[in-house]
Nanobody, 124 residues
Framework: VQLQASGGGLVQPGGSLRLSCVAS????????IGWFRQVPGKERQGVSC????????YYVPAVKGRFTISRDSAQNMLYLQMNSLKPEDTAVYYC??????????????????WGKGTQVTVSS
């Protein structure tokens, strides 16, 4: 199982970025998957997660209405469209995954696998 996130960068407040995560060694239809972020000195936080069925289970309240998680099962890709970015969105963003076909959970589960993060910096 391997994940690789990309798409981060420096953007001005109000701008947009689209993060991508390439998944290899497994198929998304048997894994929960999601985006997390971490700033120095703080714990990694779930941003948005999705069940193996493709159903979105969670957006952290701070990003609701601004971020959209999606996946392309055929390409084994996960995306996070981030609009109206704010300085407080600055963090290293990670994609994570957990092998489960359980479709009863909500929130973001504890993931077993992580990719290397991608830095998102929102600053003028």
């Amino acid at each position: 199982v391997q994940l690789q996130a990309s798409g981060g960068g420096l953007v001005q407040p109000g701008g947009s970025l689209r993060l991508s995560c390439v998944a290899s060694g497994f198929t998304l239809d048997r894994y929960a998957i999601g985006w997390f972020r971490q700033v120095p000195g703080k714990e990694r936080q779930g941003v948005s997660c999705m069940r193996s069925s493709g159903e979105v289970t969670y957006y952290v309240p701070a990003v609701k209405g601004r971020f959209t998680i999606s996946r392309d099962s055929a390409q084994n890709m996960l995306y996070l469209q981030m609009n109206s970015l704010k300085p407080e969105d600055t963090a290293v963003y990670y994609c994570g995954t957990l092998e489960t076909t359980d479709v009863t959970w909500y929130g973001c589960p504890i993931m077993d696998y992580w990719g290397k993060g991608t830095q998102v910096t929102v600053s003028s």
